[in-house]
């Protein structure tokens, strides 16, 4: 990656900024000072930021990721098509199309209607329309490749949007943050910095400040894309050096099968051994524990009377004799009661001998 200075970024106009009465007050960080009218961007922390910025791309660029660059604006459109199109990345210059990122599988319908167009002039199909169909369907593909034939290649959603002039840009921006996709941006001093991830301060109206910008950024992203190929390639050095090559004819087969018989007959005889160890094992577990139950049925006997010995029958035996007594503590209560009567009776008799008399 080439040395960012800050006079080539002088040189270019990068410093430029808008009139102070049209400044974003979050920019004030990045601004150096204020000169008839205008303010004046600090080039050191655009320097510090592009490179910062320049590594990040060149990370999703080598991990194989697109990069989607928006510039809509006259003065960039040239640009950016020229710089983006060599490094094979999709790009917008025309007008952004609403629901870009958040509604991309209607976008991709759209791409491959663009193809199914294309198809049908490869086979023949197309000439066998009307005059006036066939005009529709050109017409219909011109615009197609107008508005979408830089994404063409882009099949799922990118790994990072590039954008020049973050206030013309809005949607795309709004996009970009609901779907937590990283924005980088040429950002100058009317607009608010906080929208943007990685942000890059420079003057974004003039050509000769976009142009370098692009430039520098472009270069990253080759670097990402070299850095990807180099990797692939060693990897599939290694996997070239690691196989292994599979015999093509039965005599070039036969030494490997006879020395795979060996092992064979190995691994049976290991499997033997292990069965038969397994079955000894087993037999003294169960010798084991026959022998524990036969002497807990021997020691369950003994036990048993000092089990059956229990106070309770004792308690039951003395009732009997607690009954005993309480029959004769109540029998003299009873001879007394038929006395009393008795004592009547004679005198009953007594009285009746009398009255004879």
């Not at 529709?136 to 107008?146: C, G, I, N, P, S």
């Amino acid at each position: 990656m080439s040395k960012i200075e800050v006079k080539d970024l002088l040189d270019a106009g990068v410093h430029f900024g808008h009139l102070t009465r049209k400044w974003n007050p979050n920019m004030a960080p990045y601004i150096y000072m204020e000169r008839n009218g205008i303010h004046i961007i600090n080039l050191y922390k655009s320097v510090a930021k592009i490179e910062e910025a320049n590594e990040a791309l060149s990370k999703i660029a080598a991990s194989g990721r697109k990069i989607l660059f928006v510039a809509t604006k006259k003065q960039a459109k040239d640009i950016v098509s020229e710089k983006v199109a060599n490094v094979n990345m999709p790009y917008i210059t025309e007008r952004w199309p609403g629901g870009m990122l958040t509604n991309f599988v209607t976008i991709r319908k759209a791409v491959k209607k663009m193809a199914a167009i294309d198809k049908m002039k490869a086979d023949g199909t197309f000439n066998t329309l009307s005059k006036k169909e066939k005009l529709q369907v050109d017409r219909l593909r011109a615009k197609l490749e107008k508005n979408l034939g830089s994404i063409s290649d882009m099949t799922r959603l990118p790994g990072a949007l590039f954008i020049v002039d973050i206030r013309r840009e809005h949607i795309a921006v709004k996009e970009a943050q609901k779907l937590n996709i990283p924005i980088f941006a040429m950002v100058d001093t009317n607009a608010d910095p906080r929208d943007v991830d990685y942000v890059i301060p420079a003057n974004d109206d003039a050509s000769k400040s976009i142009e370098k910008i692009m430039t520098l950024v472009t270069e990253a992203v080759a670097e990402g894309l070299k850095e990807r190929q180099k990797d692939k390639a060693d990897a599939d050095a290694a996997a070239t050096e690691g196989e292994v090559v599979a015999p093509t004819t039965a005599e070039e087969a036969a030494p490997a099968v006879e020395a795979a018989k060996p092992a064979k007959k190995k691994t049976k005889a290991a499997k033997k051994e292990v069965v038969e160890e397994v079955a000894a094992v087993e037999e003294a577990v169960e010798e084991v524990t026959a022998e524990e139950v036969v002497e807990e049925a021997k020691a369950a006997p003994v036990e048993a009377p000092a089990k059956a010995e229990k106070p309770a029958k004792a308690k039951k035996a003395d009732k009997p004799a607690k009954a005993k007594k309480a029959v004769e503590a109540a029998a003299p209560a009873e001879v007394v009661e038929t006395e009393e009567p008795a004592e009547d009776a004679v005198e009953d008799t007594d009285e009746e001998t009398k009255k004879e008399k």
